[in-house]
């Protein structure tokens, strides 16, 4: 589709590439934007300003650390060296099952179907570790709430949740349509069929640098190049800036590959791509051959009552949170447009769907809601139900094995339809 001219001093300005996954940049700016105070944007929530609730769960210590100038106490962010700077994290054993590109599978035993919907058991685990595996990255990531501009709340995001990518995956800065993003390739993988990949961090924060060892995973599991898009962000960009980035990445790739293109997505990620899926079909342009979500953002509103009943065993969002990002992203425009909350879409049409969501967050319902739409107007979707996890558990597949398995079972689902 036709792009429009953006000049630097234009309020549709593209911001540079962040430094991606495995760069020695230490500062990695995640954004060109000015140092705007944040007395001049919506107050900051007070999940970000106090990891109170975040660690009140009975089995979760706080994590020793730094103590910032509001008490709370953070593991040290690596600032000489950017994290996962020129080196990859030994490889553990792959299940039996596993194949090339690290194509990971979980035990079939671990999967009980319910109806419609897929339980997926947490197999050999506790809930006391995966609640510190998560207490420990809140901490580290929510290190950035300390910065007091919107660029240093970026970088900082960028920073402490960069991660080191997979043996054999390379990373590559590139631009695809006019935005600018990373390439994720699997040693061996083609180059026919290619996966978009479209991050979370509230529409406002996060870059192919943050989640580009979640993107390598994914290109990992499935075997096949994957690009993580640095979408424009609110609130300089309001919406439908994202949306109109990640369709025009989306019909991009879809006329210079020869194969098929897929779409995957985390919280915000995970909204956006199914915006994406509505505004291309809406487009008339062509739908990717499937996609997959983790914990998605489907409804800006914020009107089911899981927002405030989950509030206590969501250690990650919270409604608090849900405002301060739509109150970036939307700009005042209506939260019951279908392309910012696609829960309120016609989903006719779409292409087969994976869906993953944890039983402990509050954007539960998102993903069970939209996937009963989609069965109703006639859709396949296969919704997995992950027993004790929190939002976005994926992005901690260094340590939880259950997220190594719902990786391998989205690269599972990619390769199905490739």
Known sequence: MPRRACSPSSSTARRPSPAPAGS???????????????EELPP????????????????????SGNVDRNGLRFPECRRSQAPGAGRRRQSRPRHPDAGKHGQHDTDSTTRTRHDAHTAVASADRSRPVVAQHVADALAKGYAFATETTLEGIRAGYDRCMAADLPPGVSAEPAEVAGVPGTWFRPAGAGTDDVVLFLHGGGYFAGSSRSHGALAAHIADAAGLA??????????????????????????????????????????????????????????????????ATMSAWLDLRLVHP?????????????????????????????ATDPLASPLLGDPTGLPPLHMQVGTEEVLHQDTVQF??????????????????????????IADLPEAKDSVGRIGKFLRAHS
């Open 24 to 38: 020695t940049d230490p500062d990695c700016p995640g954004s060109s934007a000015p140092s705007s105070s944040l």
């Open 44 to 63: 900051i929530p007070a999940h970000l300003a106090s990891t109170d609730r975040a660690m009140s769960t009975e089995h979760v210590n706080r994590p």
């Open 226 to 291: 994957t690009f993580a898009a640095d979408y424009r962000l609110a609130p300089e960009h309001p919406f439908p800036a994202a949306v109109d980035d990640a369709v025009a990445v989306l019909a991009a790739l879809g006329s210079s590959s020869s194969g098929k293109v897929f779409v995957v997505g985390d919280s915000a990620g995970g909204g956006l791509t199914m915006a994406t899926l509505l505004a291309t079909r809406d487009r008339g342009l062509a739908l990717p051959a499937a996609a």
């Open 306 to 334: 899981d927002i405030d009943e989950k509030a206590a065993i969501d250690p990650v969002v919270s409604r608090a949170g849900l405002e301060f990002n739509t109150s970036m992203y939307l700009g005042g425009q209506p």
């Open 371 to 396: 996937a009963d739409k989609v069965r109703a107007a006639g859709g396949e979707v296969t919704v997995e139900i992950e027993d004790g996890m929190p939002h976005v558990h994926q992005i901690l």
